[in-house]
């Protein structure tokens, strides 16, 4: 069964910590994104891998930190430097290093107090 | 850059009515429009998407609709079910082939 898988659906931090949202796909899709969703609110791309070891930051990336290790793979941290963390995070990926038919995860909503 | 604003923010039908949603964008240049819908506490759902080359596309219930010289493109929903009740968002590729989306659209389908 192909998709994307996102881990945990809820995640709870105190201030200060770092806290890392586990992203896989076994589509085999080339690029992957992460983007960041406030209640009532679009989607705000944060960071964004087209190949592997290679990533690009996207709108909002001050205090997200991610790597791309293997294609399946593209795991993103927030650090402490973010100002404001709770939100609700989604994983997306398509299947050429354009976005064409981006397809999503189901999200994980991290609550930081 | 590519911006899309998207309106209403939010619509209320009564079931079986239809339902439009209409985005614009800047970027003349943008030549791919997809849709998605999203559910509470769920991931986006891509369910229709439209390239330049065409000016409509059709699947079942739902439709799209883009015209170019005025650089906006609409969601047609035809006969809504209490189940197309959700958020609908649109995006537009940007110069990077990034998608830039619009603010999202409350769907209630009144049964």
């Known amino acids: 069964d192909g998709g994307i898988t996102q881990s945990p659906k809820y995640l709870f931090r105190k201030e200060g910590q770092n806290v890392t949202l586990s992203c896989e796909q076994n589509?085999?899709?080339?690029?992957m994104y992460w983007y960041r969703q406030d209640p009532g609110q679009g989607l705000r791309l944060i960071y964004y891998?087209?190949?592997?070891?290679?990533?690009q930051k996207g709108d909002i990336a001050e205090g997200y930190s991610v790597s791309r290790e293997k294609k399946e793979s593209f795991p993103l941290t927030v650090t402490s430097a973010q100002k404001n963390p709770t939100a609700f995070y989604l994983c997306?990926?398509?299947?050429?290093?354009?976005?064409?038919?981006?397809?999503f995860g189901p999200g994980t909503r991290l609550t930081v107090t | 850059g590519e911006n899309v604003e998207q309106h209403p923010s939010t619509l209320s039908v009564q079931e079986g009515d239809s339902a439009v949603i209409k985005c614009t964008y800047s970027?003349?240049?943008?030549?791919?429009f997809p849709w998605y819908k999203q559910e509470l506490g769920k991931g986006p759902q891509l369910i229709i998407d439209?390239?330049?080359?065409?000016g409509e596309k059709k699947d079942q219930r739902i439709a799209v609709t883009l015209n170019k010289t005025a650089k906006h493109f609409s969601l047609h929903i035809t006969e809504t079910q209490p189940e197309d009740s959700a958020v609908y968002f649109c995006?537009?590729?940007?110069?990077?082939?990034?998608?830039?989306f619009g603010s999202g659209t409350r769907l209630l389908v009144r049964p």
């Open positions: 891998s087209q190949i592997v070891n290679d990533f």
């Open positions: 995006a537009g590729m940007d110069s990077s082939y990034k998608l830039i």
């Open positions: 970027d003349s240049a943008s030549n791919y």
């Open positions: 439209i390239r330049s080359n065409v």
């Open positions: 997306a990926s398509s299947i050429g290093e354009a976005a064409y038919e981006q397809y």
């Open positions: 589509l085999n899709h080339d690029a």
